[in-house]
């Protein structure tokens, strides 16, 4: 499968969008501007719009970025260990979100516009296809190299992401961080039961 996005960024992009992260986690998605985003970025609405004619564009660039980072970090781990690699891939959709509750929440409200606005709806289909097909990738190769049990790889894909949108989603709701732990270990109890059955 073909990456989501063949975006790519530069210097200016870069800082753009580091000035976009802390403008989400400062003031969330409703009250987010281009004016907030350019006094994040120190430099004036213009230079913003010079990239980027409106905020709608900004964000879809935005949500392209964030994956763009998340395969890069899968990418930087050398192991081609199943189990490694579906242990790194959890942690990233379970662990470290705990990190940064605000953009936590800002992607939440973002993907509640999705329904309105084409643009972000797309975007998140094609981030949570990839992921999607990251994880289903690993657990093919771990039954195919006898590191998993013979199960129905998309079947159990579908319910590990089913954990992490739920936590996503209740750790907003219920502004409680520790919902990411709970769901990392209930994806892990999930794992052994599935995936390495038999194993003791």
């Known amino acids: 499968m073909a990456e989501p996005s063949g975006r790519t960024f530069s210097d200016a ?9 802390r403008a989400l986690r400062e003031h969330g ?55 490694a690699r579906l242990t790194l891939l959890l942690d990233r959709l379970l662990v470290a979100p705990q ?35 990251l994880v289903k990738a690993v657990i093919n190769h771990g039954i195919d190299e006898g590191a998993f049990a013979d199960v129905d790889a998309d079947r159990v894909t579908r319910s590990l992401l089913t954990i992490v949108e739920g936590a996503r989603t209740r750790s907003v709701v219920f502004d409680d961080v520790g919902e990411y732990e709970r769901a990392r270990a209930t994806a892990e109890e999930y794992v052994d039961a599935t995936l390495r059955e038999g194993d003791a």
């Not at 992009?13 to 992260?21: F, K, L, R």
């Not at 009250?31 to 010079?50: C, F, M, N, P, Q």
């Open 29 to 83: 998605y409703a009250d987010l501007t281009i004016k907030r985003i350019a006094a994040e970025y120190g430099k004036s609405t213009a230079a913003v719009h010079y990239h980027y004619d409106t905020k709608e564009e900004l964000l879809a660039a935005f949500l392209d970025y964030i994956l763009n980072r998340f395969v890069a970090s899968i990418r930087e781990v050398e192991t081609t260990d199943p189990e």
């Open 99 to 133: 990190e940064n509750p605000d953009l936590s929440v800002a992607l939440l409200e973002m993907r509640s516009q999705a329904p309105y606005n084409e643009t972000f709806a797309e975007r998140f289909r094609q981030n949570d296809e990839y992921v999607r097909y």
């Open 13 to 21: 992009d870069e800082e753009i969008m580091g000035a976009t992260y």
